[in-house]
């Protein structure tokens, strides 16, 4: 009997003999597993309690994990659980022998008075499983560490996925009552009442779109979707700089296209309302460059953070992620695109259930951090084929339509001046500039279509009422660099001596969550 335990322990359950080489014991906890079995098979209501805290391999001891399998059966069944019940269900999942006969089945019933404190014995049993997988998990890291034919960034990223998934697995979260709720909710309300903006979430600087959001909110997916071309870099750098500079809102952008350096170019051609071709080749005439030194000092100290890591993982955003909430109290999160993006460590079956994982994983974040996430994402050629003037729809969504479910906003660009080649549209309405920002999808309110102005010399979408012809103001900027004149800056001050030569003074830009 013993030594067929043995066997069935090695085949089954791979973290039995973790810390031997030590000469520890692994953590578990025999007798409290069978008052754990032995509750189950006294109190009818008792497997209910624990069914979410419990699986099969929770338990060390092989036989105990048999009985436990039988019960999870029973219950799924709907079939009341008792020592006859599950005697009969070991027979005939043929492993009755193994699990120790109806013998000890009885012995495990007569062994308990009450089912009053199975939940605390159910959780101490659950903490001991994680204890042994963090151990296996550890130990077989340290193992691969030692073989000098792995590359250790790859080993990282193993590792990372291989943390992330055992989190998840056992993240459980107790149920709330309303009240507590309900109190938070009228607070909610009552911040709103008392901002001049009227709005509960973050403010955009783009006065409709804030209008049917009421400002972007916490805990939200927003997906802002197009096809090549389109701006959608454009558009969430413009609305990054609007609420970092103009709102003073600390801003995270993982830019998993372009350079950190690339994106600072955009944005002092979108600031400093210079051409970007110019910003580039350094062409600027004297005016210009007196724009560009006058200007660019509104960038210095912003709370705009850049991380410009290739081929990021979810579990690296994780990390950089909630350090950058808790070291600059971001409020917000923008990620350029999510198809870059990838889940090292992980194995799936395809591209698709890993970009499904991915989405998941960006709203489970935001739920954790309680901030927005903004990702962009790419639409797939079928709206290139169509007739209709091309305007994107939901299904034009790129490589999973989980992108779709766990999104709380979709978003698309749409330029129609793009496709039509023309000035004007069918009804000979004036669309230069013209960009619609269409939410699709808005689980909390409206979809509706808005439109924006989009000044393609400098990369930057306005509000379709603003006057193009009048240089933007930065009044409301000005009255963020006063009140905070004196206060320590929040990123390292940019060197105005020689903003393009490249040497010292120059913009510079690093890998890791540089700000400018």
Not at 49 to 58: I, N, S
Not at 308 to 335: C, G, Q, V, W, Y
Request: proline share 4%; glycine share 6%; hydrophobic share 40%.
């Amino acid at each position: 009997m013993a030594s067929q335990n043995n066997a069935y322990g090695k085949q089954k359950n791979p973290v039995l003999n973790v810390g031997d080489k030590l000469g520890r014991i692994a953590p578990r906890d025999k007798e409290l597993e069978e008052a754990v079995l032995g509750a189950l098979m006294l109190e009818k209501d008792a497997y209910a309690t624990v069914c979410d805290l419990l699986k099969p391999e929770c338990f060390y001891e092989p036989a105990n994990r048999l009985i436990y399998e039988a019960i999870q059966t029973l219950g799924a069944a709907q079939r009341p659980i008792d020592m006859l019940t599950v005697t009969e269900q070991l027979r005939l999942n043929g492993t009755l022998k193994e699990a120790g006969d109806a013998v000890f089945i009885t012995e495990l019933t007569s062994r308990v008075s009450s089912a009053a404190h199975v939940e605390f014995h159910a959780r101490i049993v659950a903490q001991k499983y994680l204890a042994r997988e963090l151990i296996a998990f550890a130990s077989n890291i340290e193992g691969k560490a030692y073989d000098e034919s792995n590359d250790v960034e790859d080993l990282l990223q193993e590792a990372e996925g291989k943390l992330f998934e055992i989190s998840q697995r056992n993240v459980k979260k107790d149920v709330t009552q309303i009240d507590p709720v309900i109190s938070q909710a009228l607070q909610q309300i009552q911040n709103a009442a008392n901002r001049t903006s009227g709005l509960s979430g973050l403010e955009t600087g783009y006065h409709k779109l804030d209008k049917v959001t009421s400002g972007w909110q916490n805990s939200d997916l927003i997906i802002i979707a197009a096809r090549p071309a389109m701006g959608k870099t454009a558009f969430v750098l413009s609305m990054a700089k609007n609420m970092a500079v103009n709102y003073n809102t600390p801003i995270a952008v993982f830019s998993l296209e372009m350079s950190n350096l690339q994106l600072v170019n955009r944005l002092i051609s979108n600031v400093c309302e210079l051409d970007g071709g110019k910003i580039k080749s350094g062409q600027l005439s004297p005016l210009e460059w007196d724009q560009l030194m006058a200007r660019i000092k509104y960038l210095n100290g912003a709370p705009l953070y850049i991380d410009d890591t290739p081929s990021l993982s979810i579990f690296e955003l994780r990390t950089k992620a909630m350090r950058l909430a808790r070291e600059h109290n971001i409020k917000m999160i923008i990620i350029d695109y999510l198809q870059l993006m990838n889940a090292s460590g992980m194995k799936f079956g395809s591209r698709e259930q890993e970009v499904s994982m991915i989405s998941r994983s960006l709203k489970q974040l935001a739920k954790e951090l309680n901030i927005p996430i903004i990702a962009l994402s790419q639409l797939n050629r079928s709206v290139e084929s169509r007739t209709d003037g091309k305007r994107p729809q939901l299904s034009d969504l790129r490589e999973s339509g989980a992108i779709e479910q766990d999104a709380d906003i979709v978003c698309f660009i749409h330029r129609p001046e793009y496709y039509l080649h023309s000035d004007t549209d069918a009804n000979g309405n004036d669309i230069r500039g013209k960009a619609e920002f269409i939410i699709a999808k808005h689980r909390s309110g409206s979809v509706e279509d808005i439109q924006l102005r989009f000044r393609a010399q400098y990369a930057r979408f306005e509000n379709w009422d603003d006057d193009p012809g009048v240089p933007s103001k930065m009044a409301s900027v000005g009255s963020r660099l006063n009140a905070t004149a004196g206060a320590p800056a929040p990123m390292t001050d940019i060197s105005l001596a020689s903003p393009f030569s490249g040497g010292e003074g120059a913009l510079t830009a690093s890998d890791d969550a540089t700000p400018f």
